[in-house]
C-alpha cells in the first residue's frame, strides 16, 4: 500500500489524458483528474472531459477515473474542497493496492493536493465586501497593486484582473497579518506522499497553440454554445464558480449579446493559450518535475521512458 503517488502536468491540449490512460492501464494505475473544472456536473465540452471509450489503454483495460463529475455545476467549489476530496481518493486507491495518477493542468489545484497548503482560515465577510466594493467603485488593479506591496508572491501568480483571487489574497492578510503565500509553507519542498513522482508534459509551442486553437473550434462544433445554454436554462448563474472557467464564461457574454460569435471563438482561444503559457510558466518553477517532450506523431512512444523514470521510485 504506503502513501505513493505519480503526478502528470503539462498545458492543456498537450495530450496528458491519452499518455495518462495508457500509463495507468500498463501498471495497475488509477486517475485522480487534477482539473479545476471538471468535477462539474454537465460541463463536459467545454472542459474537454474524458469520453467513456477514451478511458481504455491500447492493452483494452479500462483505467478508473476519480474527481470528475461529483457536483452539479450550481454549487461552488472551492480549492479547499478539492484538496480535501482528492487526498481522500489518492489515499483509498492506495489502500486498494493500485497507484493513484493525479493527472492535472490547474497547478494551483495540483499543489494544494500533494504539498502543505492550509487553506483552514475563517472568511471575514466584512473585510471581503469592503475589499469587493473597491474593486467595484475604483477597479480591481487599485487592490492588484496593493497585493504587490504586501505579497508579491502571490501577485505574480494572480491575474490582475482575477478579482477574486485578489480579493482572498488581501482578505488573508488582513485578518492574520500574514500573506496567503506564507500559509503555504511546504512550497515544493515538503510533498504529503511518499514516494513521489512528478512527469511534466510538452510539446514546441507552436505546434501547442494550433492544437488549442484547432481544440475550440471542435468545442464550438460538438455544441459548446448549446451546452452553456443548457446549464443556464438549468438555473447556473454567470457569477457561479463553474461558470468562471475558460470557454464557459465567453460563451455567457456572447449569449448576453455582449460580442459577435467570430470574436468569442477568438477570445476563447487566446485566453486558452495565455492559459497554456501560465501553466508551463508556474510548472517550470517546480524543480521535482522530470520533463518529457511528446512525440506530435506517436504519443505513446514515451511510455517506456516514463516508466523508466516512474520505476527508480516506485514499484512498479
Same mark, same amino acid.
Given at each position: 500500500?504506503?502513501?505513493?503517488?505519480?503526478?502528470?502536468?503539462?498545458?492543456?491540449?498537450?495530450?496528458?489524458?491519452?499518455?495518462?490512460?495508457?500509463?495507468?492501464?500498463?501498471?495497475?494505475?488509477?486517475?485522480?483528474?487534477?482539473?479545476?473544472?471538471?468535477?462539474?456536473?454537465?460541463?463536459?465540452?467545454?472542459?474537454?472531459?474524458?469520453?467513456?471509450?477514451?478511458?481504455?489503454?491500447?492493452?483494452?483495460?479500462?483505467?478508473?477515473?476519480?474527481?470528475?463529475?461529483?457536483?452539479?455545476?450550481?454549487?461552488?467549489?472551492?480549492?479547499?474542497?478539492?484538496?480535501?476530496?482528492?487526498?481522500?481518493?489518492?489515499?483509498?486507491?492506495?489502500?486498494?493496492?493500485?497507484?493513484?495518477?493525479?493527472?492535472?493542468?490547474?497547478?494551483?489545484?495540483?499543489?494544494?493536493?500533494?504539498?502543505?497548503?492550509?487553506?483552514?482560515?475563517?472568511?471575514?465577510?466584512?473585510?471581503?465586501?469592503?475589499?469587493?466594493?473597491?474593486?467595484?467603485?475604483?477597479?480591481?488593479?487599485?487592490?492588484?497593486?496593493?497585493?504587490?506591496?504586501?505579497?508579491?508572491?502571490?501577485?505574480?501568480?494572480?491575474?490582475?484582473?482575477?478579482?477574486?483571487?485578489?480579493?482572498?489574497?488581501?482578505?488573508?492578510?488582513?485578518?492574520?497579518?500574514?500573506?496567503?503565500?506564507?500559509?503555504?509553507?511546504?512550497?515544493?519542498?515538503?510533498?504529503? /506522499?511518499?514516494?513521489?513522482?512528478?512527469?511534466? @508534459? =510538452? &510539446?514546441?509551442?507552436? $505546434?501547442?497553440? *494550433?492544437?488549442?486553437?484547432?481544440?475550440?473550434?471542435?468545442?464550438?462544433?460538438?455544441?459548446?454554445?448549446?451546452?452553456?445554454?443548457?446549464?443556464?436554462?438549468?438555473?447556473?448563474?454567470?457569477?457561479?464558480?463553474?461558470?468562471?472557467?475558460?470557454?464557459?464564461?465567453?460563451?455567457?457574454?456572447?449569449?448576453?449579446?455582449?460580442?459577435?460569435?467570430?470574436?468569442?471563438?477568438?477570445?476563447?482561444?487566446?485566453?486558452?493559450?495565455?492559459?497554456?503559457?501560465?501553466?508551463?510558466?508556474?510548472?517550470?518553477?517546480?524543480?521535482?518535475?522530470?520533463? /518529457?517532450?511528446?512525440?506530435?506523431?506517436?504519443? @505513446? =512512444? &514515451?511510455?517506456?521512458? $516514463?516508466?523508466? *523514470?516512474?520505476?527508480?521510485?516506485?514499484?512498479?
Amino acid at each position: 500500500m504506503g502513501n505513493k503517488l505519480i503526478v502528470i502536468v503539462g498545458p492543456t491540449a498537450v495530450g496528458k489524458s491519452k499518455i495518462g490512460v495508457e500509463l495507468a492501464s500498463q501498471i495497475k494505475g488509477e486517475i485522480v483528474s487534477g482539473d479545476s473544472m471538471q468535477v462539474y456536473k454537465g460541463m463536459d465540452i467545454g472542459t474537454a472531459k474524458i469520453k467513456e471509450h477514451e478511458m481504455f489503454g491500447t492493452n483494452n483495460i479500462k483505467v478508473k477515473h476519480h474527481m470528475i463529475d461529483i457536483i452539479p455545476p450550481q454549487k461552488d467549489y472551492s480549492v479547499a474542497d478539492f484538496q480535501e476530496d482528492a487526498r481522500n481518493c489518492i489515499n483509498e486507491i492506495n489502500k486498494s493496492d493500485k497507484i493513484p495518477i493525479l493527472l492535472g493542468g490547474t497547478g494551483l489545484y495540483v499543489r494544494a493536493v500533494i504539498d502543505e497548503y492550509d487553506f483552514q482560515v475563517n472568511v471575514n465577510h466584512v473585510t471581503r465586501l469592503a475589499l469587493l466594493q473597491i474593486a467595484q467603485e475604483n477597479g480591481t488593479f487599485k487592490l492588484y497593486k496593493e497585493l504587490k506591496e504586501i505579497d508579491a508572491d502571490s501577485a505574480e501568480r494572480i491575474h490582475p484582473n482575477d478579482t477574486k483571487r485578489i480579493v482572498r489574497a488581501l482578505e488573508y492578510f488582513k485578518t492574520t497579518g500574514k500573506p496567503i503565500s506564507s500559509s503555504m509553507v511546504a512550497g515544493y519542498k515538503y510533498s504529503l /506522499f511518499s514516494p513521489l513522482v512528478m512527469i511534466g @508534459l =510538452n &510539446i514546441p509551442r507552436t $505546434i501547442l497553440y *494550433e492544437r488549442i486553437n484547432q481544440r475550440v473550434d471542435t468545442m464550438i462544433q460538438e455544441g459548446l454554445i448549446e451546452e452553456v445554454e443548457n446549464l443556464l436554462k438549468a438555473g447556473v448563474k454567470p457569477t457561479n464558480t463553474s461558470m468562471q472557467a475558460i470557454g464557459y464564461k465567453q460563451v455567457v457574454e456572447y449569449l448576453s449579446k455582449k460580442r459577435s460569435l467570430k470574436e468569442t471563438i477568438e477570445i476563447i482561444k487566446r485566453d486558452t493559450r495565455r492559459f497554456a503559457k501560465r501553466q508551463l510558466t508556474w510548472f517550470r518553477r517546480d524543480d521535482r518535475i522530470k520533463w /518529457f517532450e511528446v512525440d506530435i506523431n506517436n504519443p @505513446l =512512444n &514515451i511510455i517506456n521512458e $516514463i516508466k523508466a *523514470e516512474i520505476g527508480r521510485n516506485i514499484n512498479i
